[in-house]
């Protein structure tokens, strides 16, 4: 029976885990060399390929944190490492804190705002490190002595996401002339939440989710929440909490006791004032402009948060889109809009953003290719799908080519490329073969963003990055020049066309994403006044065709170009907006004349010399591998944590007294080849000693208990299309030194060995948000079990696992049909079986067992409950199975008797599981009951399920599309 006291230990020992983590990004192949750079308070680390950017990071870093320092109280700032991952195409950062370090993922993306993107993740991502840098005061200083740093990432679980990235989003938009908080596509989504639904939802749903309802994400609500709380109590409101959580820890919530005791509010009130504020500021906005709400091209969404990305128009009443639902992975559809139907023509792959184009029946897109080896290794290639065949095609391999676009006469596709050591160009490519025709850099490497043909293709427009922000240029095809039109500035750009003479985008400069038109004289007039802004603009014909923002998701509109609005929002939106009384007038800006410090000098960095960061401990020991709720999840002892900044190594080595005995844990994990090294050792301890219950035969000499694991694995992953495959190829050596009698050599054999060989191939369709199983899948699971020394101990074992996948009768249910084998030659020592018996059978070890199962799960309801800040659940499922097995030879493990013979083991029942969090920690617990009745026994069975989703908890989850 499961104590409430060891939920809760489980909980404080899961915190470091949620926040602080021991957290492995992912590793860059062998091959690749590094170099470091030290400077007064960072430590950077990066590939060779980046040498020549690395000053512009340094720069940027060390200003930021002249601007940012002192946020908190925080102590001083040193040598946080700066660890850069440019062979990536992911455009983010990441703060962890076990080890401490920034990772840096310096590709800009498409999707960018008018911000230099090395000078946005320096201000956000330090404005992260600070914030966990300035719980190492007072008593949590202490205790970080004892607990390392896994204390001081873990206290984060005191303090709410939405305040840390709201902070960060603060950090980036007030010291910069750009950041997320000052554009209109960030707050959209919110507006339209507080404008269209009615009432403000529970603070749990926005914290947690919804599988109902989209609700916006930690950084739009957090930013807004932080922004109202530091303009209605001072700059300062957030000290006092951040103080109470670092000299404090010891009381149930101190962030928010500090909240109520200063401010008279706690975290929920803050919300709903700051959201009262936002709804009534955005009705006035509204009453005072003009903004029109378009009529929607696609089928109607019976209240389904449904989006239409990137339309294009494909013959008369034909329109092309990518559909994302919770309910199914994105497509793309075929919206008809005579009729009113849709028809999917493909799902695609890794895409993002959303963004599609097309000519001449063919569909050209980017997607994201992952190394299946190195996590930290990406490629960007093009795609072509014929819809007239349904033919996809893959057109270029290993490149870095984003935002392709294809000519009117789909011959030619334009494409931007952004290679691992930031080179920008615009790149022309042959429709058919894929082959590169002509490559130009872009003047003073500017970043390029979605590139488009011109409809006399005798131009490229596209927009232009560079520190002042965005701009709109193009490239003449014939002569290789370049024109700008629109200098770089701060206003957000988010889509270009060009058709004749005049240029059409969309712009953030009337306060609302909307669509503008440039002539040939360089006069620019708004044309469209949409209510929450819209994008990815195209041409149907005369009008403009885009992407409409709802709280329901965008809609397919079109709108004339001939109506003209007066631009006026933003400068209102701008004196009413938090960002006005939040902003600094010191910036981080990047200066030209910048070089490094005689004293900041680039070396070689070490692989071997760095092969260890100890960087956590403990004054007891648990192993962290095998958190459960059987049994308290601690003992006395201690132990260590190390893991070196590349993460290919990470280890751990432990003492722990149980059961009146002294054990040494060891383990290490080598990801540093393209072969892993698992290993694990345990010593010390009395040995097991079989010799048949006869107490009168004992070994002549005991040694001390060891144990080892080493496994060699290949992990190989393949993000590739709508499918997603995983193979996994293992050696396992498991040694033992136990004691076991050969009776009839009344002498003891001394140490087994078990070498186990396993290949695991998995092929899952993509899942949608609401998918409780893969819509199509199949699984495939073979072991071999042999003992080469020990072989009248351990008979070979063969085992083989399937699972396949189909969809149910109905959307989001899920069918899944096992068959599992497995044979063992039983002789002295029994292996316990790695199938499955049917639910509600335990004790059981059969030496030939062949099992069939079928389970058919299914939601229930999405509740969207809560109860004060106790617990929240968002869904209910169930699951209805039947199982059946075959076994011949079984041996009961409580009887220790073996019975001969076939027996027939079935079992039908429920699986009755609710998803929900519990006092607003950001881990989410799935639970309830399996009830089984076992017909060949006549008896049933009643389990009680429990699962905690550590390494998938809400901080680290994005909202669905």
């Not at 990772?103 to 201000?123: K, R, W």
């Not at 900041?600 to 459960?628: A, C, G, Q, V």
């Not at 199975?881 to 019975?899: G, K, L, P």
Request: proline share 5%.
């Amino acid at each position: 029976m499961i104590k409430k006291a060891d939920i809760a230990l489980i909980l404080i020992l899961a915190g470091p885990l949620l926040r602080a983590q021991y957290y492995d990004t992912g590793q860059e192949p062998a091959s690749i060399k590094w170099e470091r750079l030290d400077s007064y308070h960072f430590s950077f680390i990066y590939p060779e390929s980046y040498t020549d950017r690395i000053e512009k990071v340094v720069y940027s870093f060390e200003k930021a944190y002249d601007l940012l320092k002192g946020s908190y109280n925080e102590p001083i700032l040193a040598n946080i490492p700066v660890i850069i991952h440019n062979h990536t195409t992911e455009s983010n950062g990441y703060v962890a804190w076990a080890p401490s370090r920034i990772e840096l993922y310096p590709y800009p993306g498409q999707d960018n705002i008018p911000m230099d993107h090395i000078e946005q993740l320096a201000l956000h991502e330090l404005m992260h490190v600070l914030q966990m840098h300035s719980f190492r005061r007072g008593m949590s200083k202490a205790l970080s002595y004892i607990f390392g740093e896994q204390y001081t990432g873990g206290l984060g679980i005191f303090t709410p996401y939405w305040f840390l990235e709201g902070e960060a989003i603060i950090a980036e938009s007030a010291w910069s002339y750009s950041g997320r908080g000052r554009y209109p596509f960030f707050e959209k989504r919110l507006r339209a939440v507080l404008l269209e639904k009615d009432g403000i939802y529970p603070y749990d749903k926005l914290l947690f989710g919804s599988y109902r309802d989209y609700t916006p994400d930690h950084y739009q609500f957090g930013y807004q929440m932080s922004a109202w709380a530091r303009t209605t109590f001072g700059e300062a409101v957030w000290q006092k909490p951040m103080d109470y959580t670092a000299l404090r820890p010891y009381t149930l919530n101190p962030f928010n006791a500090a909240l109520r005791k200063y401010t008279k509010h706690t975290k929920e009130d803050i919300y709903f004032e700051t959201m009262v504020y936002l709804r009534n500021k955005w009705m006035n906005e509204e009453d005072k402009a003009e903004r029109l709400k378009y009529l929607p091209l696609n089928p109607e969404k019976n209240n389904e948060y449904i989006n239409y990305y990137s339309p294009v128009h494909a013959g008369q009443d034909s329109i092309i889109a990518v559909k994302t639902s919770f309910y199914q992975a994105p497509q793309f559809v075929l919206v008809n809009t005579q009729t009113g139907s849709e028809t999917r023509l493909h799902t695609p792959g890794n895409i993002w953003p959303f963004k599609i184009n097309y000519a001449s029946n063919v569909i050209v897109w980017a997607e994201t290719f992952n190394d299946p080896r190195w996590a930290n290794r990406e490629y960007s290639v093009i795609k072509t799908l014929d819809i007239k065949t349904g033919r996809s095609h893959t057109l270029t391999k290993q490149s870095r080519l984003f935002a392709p676009d294809i000519s009117p006469d789909g011959k030619l596709i334009v494409a931007s490329e952004s290679t691992v050591d930031h080179e920008n160009s615009i790149v022309i490519l042959d429709a058919i073969s894929g082959k590169i025709i002509s490559r130009h850099n872009s003047p003073a490497n500017r970043f390029i963003t979605y590139p488009s043909w011109s409809d006399d293709m005798k131009e490229i427009v596209f927009i232009s990055s560079n520190e002042m922000g965005e701009g709109l240029m193009s490239l003449f095809t014939e002569t290789g020049q370049w024109k700008t039109y629109l200098d770089e500035g701060r206003e957000d750009l988010q889509s270009v066309r060009k058709r004749e003479s005049t240029l059409f985008f969309i712009s953030s400069a009337s306060g609302i994403d909307n669509a503008f038109m440039m002539d040939e004289g360089g006069d620019i007039n708004q044309i469209s006044s949409a209510r929450f802004g819209i994008s990815d603009i195209s041409f149907p014909g005369d009008g403009i065709l885009f992407s409409d923002y709802s709280a329901e998701g965008n809609n397919i509109a079109v709108a004339g170009i001939d109506r003209r609005y007066r631009t006026a929002g933003k400068e209102r939106a701008a004196e009413e907006g938090f960002i006005n009384d939040l902003d600094r007038e010191e910036k981080l800006v990047w200066q030209e004349d910048y070089s490094l410090p005689v004293n900041y000098e680039k070396k070689k960095y070490s692989k071997i010399t760095s092969l260890f960061r100890f960087h956590s401990w403990m004054p007891f020991y648990t192993d962290l591998n095998n958190i459960s709720f059987s049994e308290v999840p601690v003992s006395p002892g201690a132990m260590i944590m190390t893991q070196n900044n590349l993460s290919s190594l990470i280890s751990t080595l432990g003492y722990e007294y149980k059961n009146k005995e002294h054990l040494i844990h060891s383990g290490i994990s080598w990801k540093g080849w393209y072969p892993a090294i698992d290993f694990r050792m345990t010593y010390g301890g009395e040995p097991l000693i079989y010799n048949s219950n006869d107490t009168s035969i004992y070994p002549s000499v005991i040694y001390k208990r060891f144990s080892s694991s080493t496994t060699l694995y290949v992990p190989l992953h393949f993000y590739r299309g709508r499918f997603i495959q995983t193979l996994w190829p293992s050696v396992n050596i498991n040694y033992s030194n136990k004691y076991v009698l050969d009776e009839d050599k009344q002498m003891f054999d001394y140490g087994q060995t078990l070498i186990n060989t396993r290949l695991y191939f998995s092929n899952l369709h993509k899942m949608s948000y609401r998918d409780i199983w893969p819509r199509y899948g199949q699984v495939l699971d073979i072991y071999l079990t042999t003992s080469a020394a020990d072989r009248d101990l351990y008979g070979p074992v063969y085992t083989l696992r399937t699972a396949f996948y189909f969809p149910g009768i109905i959307r989001n249910h899920g069918l899944r049909l096992r068959y599992q084998a497995e044979k063992q030659d039983f002789r002295r020592l029994l292996i316990h079986n790695r199938i499955s018996l049917p639910r509600g059978y335990k004790h059981i070890i059969s030496e030939n067992l062949k099992s069939f199962s079928i389970d058919y799960a299914f939601p229930l309801a999405y509740p969207d409950f809560h109860l004060g800040n106790f617990f929240y659940i968002n869904r209910i499922r169930n699951t209805v199975f039947y199982d059946y097995s075959i076994s011949n030879n079984q041996y009961d493990t409580r009887q220790h008797e073996q019975f001969e013979g076939r027996d027939y083991l079935s079992s039908a029942g429920v699986e009755l599981l609710a998803d929900f969090y519990l006092l607003r920690i950001p881990v989410k617990f799935s639970a309830g009951v399996q009830a089984a009745w076992m017909p060949f026994e006549k008896s049933s069975h009643l389990d009680f399920l429990i699962n905690m989703d550590v390494f998938g908890f809400v901080l680290g989850r994005s909202r669905p599309y």
